[in-house]
């Protein structure tokens, strides 16, 4: 049980392996605890032990002869609760920061205790360096520590933990694994928001060095919320279509024709010959459309060559695309896409509200807001409201990306909602092949789907006749010979059918109101970024 | 309601969107049915359905101005049960084979007719060859058409179909979709197991014609099962992990440098560089294990250069990528694996028997056998039991093809599993990120996974201690500036932890019993082939 002996209070706040999850720990010294802590195992009894010893020996030798249980369970820091109030627990952190109470009392210092008691039993086969335990040793931020602790109820709520009802009184603290004293960055910077403690001269820290630094900023509160949410996003898109009787499809990545022309297209040597990047998956979802397979999904990379140094542009993303065959229009597959989208919004909403939250701490903004049904714009009905707002552009001009948020605020206002489909783009602003509206020569049966008035989804009914297909072609001056495996896909039998791809770091991009896509990828690329 | 006149009987058998199902429908032709279709709509009438139309006039104008609902229900070939009999039901399906019975009646010539008569009606804005409608056209094999039909009771089981008690007497049938008149292969050619009806001159079809032509060999029963049941793969491991707490990753492909030291990768023009393709998401599974993620899995694209033309290799397959941090033996990590894999061979057993017998029809091979909890053979015990049986080989050389596939019988023989893993391989044939075994410099603490004595999975512990790491990798005499990044990764604190990397086409070949990864890979691609 723990120690009740009164002496120096050491505060360390710990960070369990959830990463939102922080509580307080303490350690209280007394004038005897050398010589409590020195009644470690013989050598020989830790070796009988061997499928701990087998691991053990590799972590870090002060933990070694310390421990008597191998399964000894280990608490997770969001479980710690005020249902565990007075039990002895075993945890493992990491040491997030550390801070002195009392007469220069510090973590630091108390630990290095331990560690140079530890140090009598560090010659039993030890194959690494041993810096740990010299005597200058301590206990550095972000090291992972295991320790024996008391769970107390507070009577204050501990309003910088998100454990806020408990503390630990810390029996024991062993290092699993030291980190390096000095930094890249320091997390509670790179969880500040702009602006925030610019008075007191806090630092934040810019987006460069948090992605030159990656797996040190990915522990931050921010980015654990952003892909553990992002992990749900694709959790929800593939339940939802799996429940809808859609089939999981795998597409290659390398292949042997650039599909849309050959510009923005990364070139790959393959062995004696050149091969390219798949920039969608579009022909090969096609192809299983084509086989029968009906309603097919993929979830994967896609890649563009595109120089484009913007906020929202990657030149490796994940595309989540859908493909389906329809049975009478095309806004069957419309349909099925928002609802998809709305079950992602639920889910996201009702399930994870925590990381949405940590998320807000740090970059404010407004809930997401969407309708049931999806509404549902038509590319005439867009233009008429831009030019109402003073906007001047021909009926069948492309949107430009300061006309496409103008567009989602006008939306916002208008109809109170965050996410739209715009239908019958002008056909001559669309690829070859899409389905040309039958009722206007001059629209298409083909859309976007916009988050906060920026675009997540470009899809369309797909020209499924190889004679239209071929037409369209030439009308587009694309040369025939490079697509002939595409438009011979069609020549045994299509049903009609349409879909479309989702960027997935725009959604989370947008659902969140982050401004930049780099965020919402965990190792992001871009023209000028290849590492780490 | 059907017709009830007594004419020819025309046969045809159609296969329905879900591939797997397939049943039998006749039409009946008497004296008076040219006279009896002859009353479709007026152009007027119909162009006021404008939802049916927009879609409708770039199917097939052969069926515009026939149809009177826009909603109607089409019923799934699966549904097709005797619950249904004597109902009056649409159904979109594809011509599978169509066979004359009674004088000299073929499906052919009755399609004929009706879309002899159909051409009544076809200048109203057709905007595409109107081939279907010539005299001379016909419903070739594997077109899509639409049929209205009587669903009627069998007395006898029609052996030859899915749905066994009812067949379909056709009271309409419209093209959807017209297939070319030549098919670059058969399909009942294409699903014939090898050696069947060879002394008939029954032909079967090689697998580079299949592979050439994948669109159409995709539609085959045994494409549509091994590729639903992929699908199921990767859903019941997704599921499994999630369940356990593990949280979907997201890594890039385009990465800066060789990760493995440069051999077998493929290099890719990246802008005014170049860049590589990563050849596993090993390092950034790491990497997200150092940022707190605790437990991470990704299941995406793994590219190797190798020029190997086997069976079992593929330049790209894809990776069911596991790295989790454990707390006190890697063995942790195995058991998570493992029961990962007996989820999966579970589920496929009791979701995937439709689609297991289905390939087995045309590849017989004895059902897949696996132990709870798995077995572990140790790689010493391994080499003993090849030594026993003959095999001469040292105790730290790694085992060759054929040894493995002799073991795995070995194993089957002793065991009667087809799954194991086989633990601890010698240091020296192992990466050198792979932690060595304590209690013996020779070993280390590493595995594969088998199936049917072929390996699907390669894992180990790595090392996560900075300076092991570079001695290890000195002692491989890799070149220390080119990994930089990967040992930087473990400088400030990083847990144990271990994992693997499985291959999702070996899985469904080994657990099929097939022989070649081409067969569960979509669209393959090895040395020789990149398209389509």
Redesign the interface.
Known sequence: MPSTAVGMRCGCVC?G???VFKLRAFMWVDAEFPAKRAAPLSPAAASAS??????????CVCVFGCLRE???T?VRVQDLTAEKADQLIWL?A??HTSRAKGKMCTLIRKCHLITVEMSLFCNC?A???L?LLTPSASI?K???VDVEAAVRKVEQKIESCSQQDVELHIERIFV?????AR?PLQLEDAVRPDGDGEEEGRATVNQDTKLDN??????TTT??AI??L??GV??LF?DTL?QKGF??????????AASEGGANV??????K?S?Y?AQSPQL?KQ??I?????KVFC???V?R?E?SNTHRHL??F?GLDIEM???????EVIDSITDTMVQIFKGLRDNFQTEIQTVNKQFPSEPFKFLEPTLRLEYTEAVAMLHEAGVEMGDEDDLSTPNEKLLGRLVKEKYDTDFYVLDKYPLAVRPFYT?P???NPKYS?SYDMFMRGEEILSGA?R???A??LT?RATHHQIDLEKIK?YID?F??????HGGGGIG?ERVCMLYLGLHNVRQT?????D?KR???
Chains 1, 2 share one sequence.
């Open positions: 960070v392996g959830g990463g061997t499928k701990f010893f087998e691991v053990i020996k590799y972590w191998t399964d000894r280990l493992r990491r040491v086969g194959l690494f360096e810096r550095t972000e090291s992972i699993i694994s030291q980190a390096e930094l990656r797996v040190i900023d990915l522990r980015s654990q892909f553990r992002q992990s694709c959790q593939r799996t089939v999981e499809i795998q597409t290659p990545k390398i292949i042997s990364f070139t790959v040597s393959y062995f010959t091969a990047l090969y192809m299983c084509c086989a029968d397979f009906d979830v994967g990379p890649f060559a120089d030149t490796e994940v065959a329809f049975n009478y229009h095309y806004h389905m509206d039958p009722n049966n009914q020209i499924h006749d004679q239209l037409d495996a896909s020549r045994y039998g299509a049903p009609p997935l990828s965990m190792f992001p690329r023209p290849l590492t780490p």
